[in-house]
Nanobody
Framework: QLQLVESGGGLVQPGGSLRLSCAASTITLTNYAVGWFRQAPGKEREAVSCINARDGGTYYPDSTKGRFTISRDNAENTVYLEMNNLKPEDTGIYYC?????????????????????????WGQGTQVTVSS
């Protein structure tokens, strides 16, 4: 059973916008840092944003900074990724992930931009295609 379910992907023209949702069913997202990742065919998985567990701190790489916004709705147990001014290079499968552990085995609450695969909980992914 997937603990995370992504939705909101689709086909959009360059310059358009999409909002992705990451809904949790069996875990409470406020207990974890949550990241969004994307993977295009033939390319490495890339982190596109992350939000800390408690203080709302966020991370964006240069490729998405100023265009993407990550947020939480704790009542809905959902994390969102608002994507604006989309470009063809944003095309890929987008995944959300929650929960990565530190050396002591406890879950870390603050994002680590270097991580791409170490999260415990993943969704199935949602396709985003930016094309005219």
């Amino acid at each position: 059973q997937l603990q995370l379910v992504e939705s909101g992907g689709g086909l959009v023209q360059p310059g358009g916008s999409l909002r992705l949702s990451c809904a949790a069913s069996t875990i409470t997202l406020t207990n974890y840092a949550v990241g969004w990742f994307r993977q295009a065919p033939g390319k490495e998985r890339e982190a596109v944003s992350c939000i800390n567990a408690r203080d709302g701190g966020t991370y964006y790489p240069d490729s998405t900074k100023g265009r993407f916004t990550i947020s939480r709705d704790n009542a809905e147990n959902t994390v969102y990724l608002e994507m604006n001014n989309l470009k063809p290079e944003d095309t890929g499968i987008y995944y959300c992930a929650a929960g990565f552990r530190g050396y002591g085995g406890t879950y870390k609450l603050v994002c680590d931009p270097s991580l791409r695969y170490e999260y415990d909980y993943w969704g199935q992914g949602t396709q985003v295609t930016v094309s005219s």
